[in-house]
């Protein structure tokens, strides 16, 4: 049987994988997320990939998984408005700028997911999904802030928490969003596990 390892330190990613009943490992790295890429989609593929990459070489010698078949999975969540990459806030006071620019308007969420299976990348993709903000008055992004919840999150809300009071619709997996399209994970996981 093969191991997963999910490369990831997010514990909506843990959440989600453990909910569709896949067993894994977690194992995180620090990747220096610095790139010039600034196409979302290719932005998110190559962090995933990099992100699943740092995890694979720090396994492939580790006793616990250099005799098995072995899958990492890594991923990467952006919000992109109007072309623009939107990441995780440096400060509540970027929380504020970030959330007032997607107010009332319709922004995309893109999570890149990378499989590697025994030093070869065997998956790379992106998974996009349109979100439609309602109107926020700024009395509310303050409120919202105060929380806390947008500062460890890209885009600097959190779809599943109380952001949620200000989501008209979205088009696409909702769980994409929350971090990890795990429909199309598990699509993939099919094709490589045995
Ligand atoms: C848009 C959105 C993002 N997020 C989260 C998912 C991700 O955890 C985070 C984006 O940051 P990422 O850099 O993709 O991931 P991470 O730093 O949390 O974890 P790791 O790099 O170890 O894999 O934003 C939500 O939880 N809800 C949302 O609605």
Not at 19 to 32: A, H, K, L, N, Y
């Amino acid at each position: 049987m093969s191991k997963i390892i999910l490369a990831s330190g997010s514990p909506r990613r843990k959440e989600l994988l453990e909910q569709i009943g896949i067993e894994f490992d977690i194992i995180t790295s620090d990747v220096d997320e610095t790139t010039l890429i600034t196409q979302p989609d290719e932005y998110v593929k190559y962090l995933s990939r990099i992100k699943a990459q740092a995890v694979w070489d720090m396994v492939k010698d580790d006793d616990d998984y250099r005799n098995e078949d072995v899958v990492v999975i890594g991923a990467d969540t952006i919000v992109s408005h109007k072309g623009h990459i939107l990441t995780k806030p440096k400060d509540t006071g970027n929380a504020f700028d970030i959330l007032k620019e997607l107010a009332g308007d319709c922004h995309q969420v893109y999570t890149g997911v990378t499989l590697i299976k025994n030093n070869n990348v065997v998956s790379n993709f992106a998974e996009k999904t349109d979100v439609y903000c309602n109107d926020i008055s700024d009395n509310e992004i303050r409120e919202y802030i105060s929380t806390g919840e947008p500062m460890d999150k890209a885009g600097a809300y959190g779809i599943q928490g109380r952001f949620a009071a200000f989501i008209g619709k979205i088009d696409g997996d909702y769980n994409n969003v929350v971090g990890l399209p795990v429909a199309r994970v598990y699509q993939e996981l099919k094709l490589w596990l045995n």
